[in-house]
C-alpha cells in the first residue's frame, strides 16, 4: 500500500520560512513527478509546484522566487522550502506523487497525502 506522508506545516509570521516535507512509502518501482498543491478555505486545489524525475521543475506565479521544490530519489522524498511567507498562502498543503507500482506497468499511479495545514499570520 502506497502511502504519502507530509510534516513541516503550522503557524507562522508574515516573512518567516516553512519547510514541507513528504515521504513515500510502500512497494513501488519508481516515481515520476512528484509536486506540492494547496487549497485555501473556498477555494479550488491549485498546483504550487512541481518536479519531474530529472529534476525539472514547474512553479506557480505567486511563490516564484520565494519557493523551493527539491526531491531526494533515494529517498524517495520531496520538500517545500517556502520562504518570504504571506497571508495568502495560507492553505492546507498537500504532497502529490504520480508512482509507478511494478517495472511492467504501463503508467504510474496518483497518490496524495492527507494534508498538512500552514497558516501565516500578518
Known sequence: QVQLVESGGGLVQAGRSLRLSCVVSGSIFSINAMGWYRQAPGKQRESV?????????????????????????????????????????????YCNANVVLHWYSGGGYEYWGQGTQVTVSS
Not at 527539491?70 to 498562502?89: C, F, G, I, Q, Y
Open 49 to 93: 509546484a512541481t518536479i519531474t524525475s530529472d529534476g525539472r521543475t514547474n512553479y506557480a506565479d505567486s511563490v516564484k522566487g520565494r519557493f523551493t521544490i527539491s526531491r531526494d530519489n533515494a529517498k524517495n522524498t520531496v520538500n517545500l522550502l517556502m520562504n518570504s511567507l504571506k497571508p495568502e498562502d495560507t492553505a492546507v498543503y
